[in-house]
């Protein structure tokens, strides 16, 4: 059975993934930013639920860190782990190959919680190297599109690295994933499938919030019928 990640960044989701019995969360804040470290306390509410796989990303922008933010990333995956996190879900990028110290670094602070390595997989310029990297150090699944775009673009990509990946390491599927591709990924033979099933909301603020408008501001959340979707397209 291929399992269903649902990204979630605030209670409503965590709510929904409880509610629909989805396999697990990738736990995050921001999404409309790619998604950044949640606070401990959210960490710790969706212990109750299905298990938590926290993501842990500093900031915003590209995947290369300096010695500070790789120093603040590890810290913070021993304190999501020990928040009760099942796993961290970190991606870390060095002159165009993957960070092997960083994930290193990760991997043991992580002490035996499941490490998934995001989708800066997708900015390698060769990926069945990174792969086999990354199984090497003890990473337990790849999320990826198969390639820079969306997952529907990268069909082949996502063959080819199950293939390459011969059970060594999950590989898991993502990139705007809706219920109607929901199949194909399945045929590529990937061990999981990741989508956010996110809708807008739109909220009055009455003022203006970083870059939100003053009056009524747009933020995203999970979208509970999107969500029975895809768990629908995956059984049947």
């Known amino acids: 059975m291929v399992a269903f990640e649902l990204a979630v960044q605030d209670a409503h989701g965590l709510a929904v993934a409880a509610r629909l019995g989805v396999d697990r969360v990738e736990l995050c804040s921001a999404l409309p930013l790619g998604g950044v470290t949640p606070s401990l306390a959210l960490i710790e509410a969706a212990a109750p639920g299905p298990p938590a796989h926290v993501l842990v990303r500093p900031r915003a922008g590209g995947f290369t860190y300096s010695p500070d933010?790789?120093?603040?990333?590890?810290?913070?995956?021993?304190?999501?782990?020990?928040?009760?996190?099942?796993g961290v879900v970190v991606g870390g990028l060095r002159s165009g190959v993957v960070d092997r110290d960083l994930v290193a670094r990760v991997v043991d602070a992580a002490g035996g919680a499941a490490v998934t390595f995001h989708r800066a997989f997708d900015a390698l310029a060769d990926p069945l190297t990174a792969l086999d990297t990354l199984a090497a150090l003890g990473v337990a699944r790849i999320l990826t599109s198969g390639g820079p775009?969306?997952?529907?673009?990268?069909?082949?990509?996502?063959?080819?690295?199950?293939?390459?990946?011969?059970?060594?390491?999950?590989?898991m599927a993502g990139g705007g994933v809706r219920p109607a591709l929901v199949e194909a990924l399945v045929a590529t033979g990937v061990d999981a499938i990741h989508a956010s099933a996110k809708r807008a909301v739109a909220d009055a603020t009455g003022l203006s919030l970083g870059s939100a408008a003053s009056g009524v501001a747009t933020r995203e959340t999970t979208d509970e019928d999107e969500v029975a979707r895809l768990l629908a397209a995956l059984t049947a």
Do not use: Y
């Not at 603040?72 to 009760?84: C, I, K």
């Open 69 to 86: 933010e790789v120093a603040l990333t590890v810290s913070d995956v021993r304190h999501a782990v020990a928040a009760g996190a099942a």
């Open 149 to 171: 775009g969306a997952a529907a673009d990268g069909l082949p990509g996502l063959a080819k690295l199950v293939e390459a990946a011969a059970g060594r390491i999950e590989i």
